[in-house]
């Protein structure tokens, strides 16, 4: 079996359970309440403590990625285990430092063969789908140049969809303006989120409620699968019951080989706010 690793960032939103059945190595962003009050997302502070917080304080926190220090610590002690090869994937560099570091760390320890830094250009389980995929293949026994061929395709075709359930987040993260906030939430506006090629958010569409966005959502997913076969990942924050309906949704109509509901991370959630649910999708 390929003596390769296989390491990601917290806001890729994948289970700590299964980050831990896979061997997956997951590197913490932090979150940031006040100078006196500092997580490790996913580590001291979970996603339902996140939301907790956040509605008993009633203030958005900031985030901050690692230090190349930190990625170089889990850099030097995978290597260490023996001679291997590391795929670290991350955060959009449009959204975080968190690649850079990463790439920082890689240039530092001189090891251009050994480590491989991929800029996902995706935010949440849209990161995770990817990893998980490869992490896949890696315990399947699968080499090296076989893992980078299926993750140039995953880079490709994986898309994903936010709905959010208020305008308050991204208004205050600077990602529309004020007016457009207040005005949107007035008229019950349901934007829909997605990523450029580049990796940075912007509103795909806009619906009015939450059953049109969820509607041309599937729409959108038709147009670009079809009956190909998927995987699919649907994140949520504190928003269960429509995570489960979505995923019912995707399953009745598309030709869905594995799928997974997981929690949108402290991080993520930072900048989208509770209520919002993601749809992450790829070709299997």
């Known amino acids: ?45 979970t996603a339902d403590d996140f939301y907790k917080k956040v509605k008993a304080s009633n203030t958005i926190p900031s985030t901050s990625q690692p230090t190349p220090y930190q990625f170089e610590e889990v850099y030097r002690s995978l290597l260490n285990e023996g001679e291997g090869q590391i795929i670290s994937i991350h955060l959009s560099s449009k959204m975080s430092g968190t690649y850079q570091a990463a790439t920082i760390a890689k240039q530092s320890m001189d090891e251009d063969e050994a480590i491989l830094v991929i800029d996902s250009k995706r935010a949440s389980y849209a990161i995770g789908i990817m990893v998980v995929e490869i992490t896949k293949l890696v315990n399947n026994g699968h ?23 208020t ?7 600077g990602r529309i303006g004020k007016a457009s906030a207040v005005f949107g939430s007035m008229l019950k506006i349901k934007p829909i989120l997605s990523l450029t090629e580049d990796g940075e958010v912007y509103p795909f ?10 509607n041309r959502i599937v729409e959108i997913l038709k147009e670009k699968y079809g ?3 998927v995987h699919v990942g649907i994140s949520h ?40 649910v993601s749809i992450a999708m790829t070709k299997a």
Request: proline residues 5%.
């Open 227 to 229: 009956s190909n076969p």
């Open 205 to 214: 569409e806009k619906a009015r409620g939450q059953k049109k966005a969820m």
């Open 1 to 45: 079996m390929p003596n390769i690793k296989i390491v990601t960032d917290s806001t890729a939103d994948i289970p700590a359970e299964l980050a831990e059945q896979l061997g997956i190595t997951v590197v913490p962003l932090n979150v940031i309440f006040s100078e006196a009050e500092s997580y490790e997302d996913g580590v001291t502070l």
């Open 143 to 165: 080499s090296l140049e076989q893992c980078q061929e299926r993750l140039d395709a995953l880079l490709h075709d994986t898309n994903v969809f936010f709905m959010v359930d």
């Open 237 to 276: 924050a504190v928003n269960e019951p429509l995570a489960k309906e979505m995923i019912e949704r995707i399953k009745a109509e598309f030709d869905v080989k594995s799928d997974i509901i997981t929690s949108i991370g402290a991080v993520i959630g930072s900048h989208v706010g509770p209520g919002t």
């Open 167 to 173: 305008l308050e987040y991204l208004q205050k993260n």
